[in-house]
């Protein structure tokens, strides 16, 4: 925490988070664009965002998009929010958020974590229905080749269809497949409103990738969730369930326990 708190104190490195709030994935032409720094300068800082893990990188072809990362924001609230009233904590920021800012335009969901374990442990802990179960409080059938189907099991709700498919399949390296279908059934099963259920279940299906990168005794996870047209119901919904179930698999992987499930985890 101490190299989070020494990126944050930099007004300028702070502009560069703002920016990046604003409108997530930009490359550093675009970082630059308003900032009274030298393109070098831009680089420094954001290196030292990197290195705290503030923000995570993604290559999309030859570019290389920058991401605000929430994991160490999460951490910190972790350590000392949940001992007072998160909930009413949660509620206040969001309305202050209302009130100062227009609606973010964001169009997926970029978030990287580190884990002590190993790759081959990550990826069983992916696709495993004993691991699943756990902490995505979900199973998954399905042989986990690329093209493949694969089968939801989620708050005792079956879900089943054709789309639903894996799209990359690199054991230990990288996975990505198709979101799952919301059906009525899993709507009752999460107490989602029939208004909720109408519009998740109108969007274009959403993709999800898991790329596990190994460095030295830690993997470096990195989850996109996209494929989201602006104001997505379906992106509001996961934005809040994938930071605690990515905070669970960490938990569960590193001491063999898991953190208490929330009504957000549920409904992702």
């Known amino acids: ?31 630059c664009t308003g900032l009274d720094m030298a393109r070098q300068s831009v680089s420094k800082h954001l290196a030292v965002l990197e290195a705290a893990n503030l ?8 570019e290389k998009l920058h991401y605000l990362n929430a994991a160490p924001i999460n951490a910190i609230a972790d350590r000392w929010i949940n001992r007072y009233d998160r909930e009413r904590a949660r509620a206040l920021a969001d309305l202050k958020t209302a009130l100062e800012q227009e609606p973010m335009g964001s169009t997926e969901f970029v978030y990287t974590t580190y ?28 042989d986990w080749e690329k093209g493949s189907t694969m089968v939801w099991t989620q708050n005792g709700v079956r879900m089943s269809d054709p789309e639903q498919v894996i799209l990359e399949s690199e054991p230990y390296r990288r996975l990505a497949y198709t979101w799952h279908t919301f059906t009525p059934e899993f ?14 279940a109108a969007e274009p299906r959403s993709r999800v990738s898991f790329d596990i990168e190994p460095l030295g005794e830690t993997v470096k996870l990195t989850v996109v969730h996209e494929g ?41």
């Open 1 to 31: 925490m101490d190299e989070v708190f020494k990126a944050l104190a930099d007004p300028s490195r702070r502009r560069l988070l703002d920016g990046l709030n604003a409108r997530n994935g930009q490359n550093l032409r675009e970082l």
């Open 55 to 62: 923000v995570t990188t993604v290559r999309r072809g030859r």
């Open 115 to 142: 884990i002590k374990t190993t790759p081959e442990r990550l990826w069983r802990a992916l696709t495993d229905p004993a691991f699943t179960r756990r902490y995505w409080q979900a199973t998954f059938e399905s």
């Open 187 to 200: 709507a009752a099963a999460v107490g989602m409103s029939d208004e909720v259920l109408a519009k998740a």
């Open 228 to 268: 989201f047209e602006p104001g997505s119901t379906v992106l509001e919904l996961v934005s809040g369930g994938w930071p605690h179930l990515l905070s669970d698999l960490k938990t569960l992987l590193e001491t063999g326990d898991t953190l208490p499930v929330t009504t957000e985890q549920k409904g992702s």
